[in-house]
């Protein structure tokens, strides 16, 4: 049996060197800063995109996994069928079901 941090009776303690708070070369710090930000990952760089179109269905099954996981019902693998189903739909039909899914969170 291996012993953990806990068990051999060590304490470890982990700190930031001011030599580990200096950006790195990809511009990303992984060292936290003492801000009243609450992120856990560093903001998106848009020079890093990728540059690739997503077809009208892909977006809208993509808008009602948002929608509905925003809403507190994350879809389940076995929904997957019926958000593609409702990704075929038109555009319109589409904003009906989310706008009735954002009102009913409000409510």
Known sequence: MTASAFESGTAQTFTASS??????????????????DDHLLPPPNPAQRLHTAIGPRDRRRLDLNAALTTAGVPPRLEDREAIDQLSALPDSINATIQRWIRHTTRA
Do not use: V, Y
Not at 23 to 33: K, Q
């Open 19 to 36: 030599a580990h708070n200096e950006p790195s070369s990809t511009g990303w710090d992984p060292a936290p800063h003492a801000t009243t």
